[in-house]
Nanobody, 114 residues
Framework: VQLQASGGGLVQAGGSLRLSCAAS????????MDWYRQAPGKQRELVAT???????SYVASVEGRFTISRDNVRRTVDLQMNSLKPEDTAVYYC?????????WGQGTQVTVSS
């Protein structure tokens, strides 16, 4: 299983970024996909999940600002991040569970300046 994340960068508060994660090595449409983030000095936290049935869930702090989506043909999962805040600054990781293991992408840095 390989997960390749992209799309991070530096943005001012109030701006937007779109992260994308390309998956290979799994039958993508059968698996839930997650986006996590880890800020400096903090534990990694689950930000958003999209189920194989396209049901979404979000951590409260991003509800209404972030949208997770998936494309089962392209085998990608995206995270559209709007109204970004400095506290959204973190390394963002895509993730999935497959055959009892958790797989992670390499992480992409998102930095929001105030």
């Amino acid at each position: 299983v390989q997960l390749q994340a992209s799309g991070g960068g530096l943005v001012q508060a109030g701006g937007s970024l779109r992260l994308s994660c390309a998956a290979s090595g799994i039958n993508f449409r059968l698996y839930d996909m997650d986006w996590y983030r880890q800020a400096p000095g903090k534990q990694r936290e689950l930000v958003a999940t999209i189920s194989r049935g396209h049901e979404n869930s979000y951590v409260a702090s991003v509800e209404g600002r972030f949208t997770i989506s998936r494309d089962n043909v392209r085998r990608t999962v995206d995270l559209q991040m709007n109204s970004l805040k400095p506290e959204d600054t973190a390394v963002y990781y895509c993730s999935t569970k497959y055959s009892g293991r958790v797989f992670w992408g390499q992480g992409t840095q998102v930095t929001v300046s105030s």
